[in-house]
Nanobody
Framework: QVQLVESGGGLAQPGGSLRLTCTASGNIFRFWRMDWCRQAPGKQRELVAG???????NYAASVKGRFTISRDNAEKTVYLQMNSLKPEDTAVYYC?????????WGQGTQVTVSS
């Protein structure tokens, strides 16, 4: 089994920064992909950023240039550095791991951007 633990959410002012962390434990294979997704109240869950085993990354257009995803394979950890935050970034953020044989969600961490 695989467990994902997220941290780093909280309250930030517009223009501020937060860094989210997702650490995986359990039966993690050599090749895995991690995505960060978010869900705002009344909206569908959407992909924010993703990173694969070769450090290939992709971003939603709404966060490109402001958010950076990175990974530490030894620690089985993925980070989402969020800069220039906007009120519309307010959502619950989830990490999502995919590997051969299964995919797994974290419990979510709240990010609120407000003055």
């Amino acid at each position: 089994q695989v467990q994902l633990v997220e941290s780093g959410g909280g309250l930030a002012q517009p223009g501020g920064s937060l860094r989210l962390t997702c650490t995986a434990s359990g039966n993690i294979f050599r090749f895995w992909r991690m995505d960060w997704c978010r869900q705002a109240p009344g909206k569908q869950r959407e992909l924010v950023a993703g990173i694969d085993s070769l450090n290939g990354t992709n971003y939603a257009a709404s966060v490109k240039g402001r958010f950076t995803i990175s990974r530490d394979n030894a620690e089985k950890t993925v980070y989402l550095q969020m800069n220039s935050l906007k009120p519309e970034d307010t959502a619950v953020y989830y990490c999502y791991l995919r590997q051969t044989g299964g995919d797994y969600w974290g419990q979510g961490t709240q990010v609120t951007v407000s003055s």
